[in-house]
């Protein structure tokens, strides 16, 4: 590599890092590294950026996973059909997504995201301890449902897909905020997981950055999930909100500025 392309690698690691981080606890890393991706590389096709961050995010969503799974006690037997579900929205979502442009998504996204963010602040004891469950049954209905309907927003545009989890997970199936974030990676991983086999089959991934930012992704993912563990319930509800933000400002951002 050139000095140039070693210096573009070098600040796109430090990116994966801190979305690894950030996404590991509330979601929202993909505001982080997809920019930085677009920033540092703009002479590439956007389909090989999408699939050079969806490689090296897998590998941060994984790792949280694998660290939150070996601690906390998750419900798999909702969890598994959530994934399946959101699977098979996000790869529906993503057939149509040419004809539903950003514009209109983007103000339904803003609504949605300010909706549940403001719910969180109003009912300031939600997440912050197990809750009464709905029946398992009840529980799968609600997983299916909702994992169709985000796994289909994901596939058609994206930004705010873990923090919607998060907030459907907290409160209609009484998680935790901390079971609530692992239990959304996992439905991440699974939507990713698909991502990639597009991206792979059609040749859009760049291995050469890739490959080093999913090192620092998941270094990231495992200092986010270990941080969560330590600093708990509280600190992951605050993330949460600062994550929704993010995406809030930066949906924002987009509609002013026409990206």
């Known amino acids: 590599m050139s000095e140039a392309e070693l210096l573009a690698l070098g600040l796109l690691c430090l990116a994966a890092f801190a979305a690894g981080f950030v996404d590991s606890i509330a979601g929202g890393g993909g505001l982080i590294q997809l920019p930085a991706l677009m920033l540092v590389l703009p002479g590439y096709p956007l389909a090989m950026l999408f699939g050079t961050n969806k490689l090296a995010s897998i590998f941060g969503t994984g790792t949280a996973v694998l660290k939150y799974s070996s601690k906390l006690s998750l419900p798999w037997k909702v969890l598994i059909p959530t994934a399946g579900a959101a699977l098979v929205g996000s790869a529906t979502g993503a057939q149509v997504a040419s004809s539903i442009p950003n514009e209109t998504m983007r103000p339904i996204a803003l609504v949605l995201l300010v909706a549940s963010s403001g719910y969180i602040l109003w009912k300031r004891?939600?997440?912050?301890?197990?809750?009464?469950?709905?029946?398992?049954?009840?529980?799968?209905?609600?997983?299916?449902?909702?994992?169709?309907?985000?796994?289909?927003?994901?596939?058609?545009?994206?930004?705010?897909?873990?923090?919607?989890?998060?907030?459907?997970?907290?409160?209609?199936?009484?998680?935790?905020?901390?079971?609530?974030?692992?239990?959304?990676?996992?439905?991440?991983?699974?939507?990713?997981?698909?991502?990639?086999?597009?991206?792979?089959?059609?040749?859009?991934?760049?291995?050469?950055?890739?490959?080093?930012?999913?090192?620092?992704?998941m270094a990231g993912g495992f200092t986010g999930s270990h941080m969560a563990m330590l600093r708990g319930n509280k600190f992951v509800n605050n993330f949460f909100l600062f994550s929704v933000g993010l995406v809030a400002v930066k949906l924002i951002w987009d509609m002013i500025s026409g990206f």
């Open 125 to 217: 004891d939600l997440g912050n301890g197990e809750k009464p469950v709905p029946s398992f049954r009840e529980q799968l209905v609600i997983g299916i449902i909702s994992g169709l309907l985000i796994g289909f927003y994901d596939g058609v545009f994206g930004p705010g897909t873990g923090s919607f989890l998060i907030f459907v997970f907290v409160s209609f199936l009484g998680m935790s905020f901390l079971r609530a974030t692992a239990s959304a990676k996992i439905i991440n991983f699974a939507t990713n997981f698909a991502a990639i086999l597009v991206f792979l089959k059609s040749g859009n991934i760049l291995f050469q950055y890739a490959l080093p930012m999913a090192f620092f992704n």
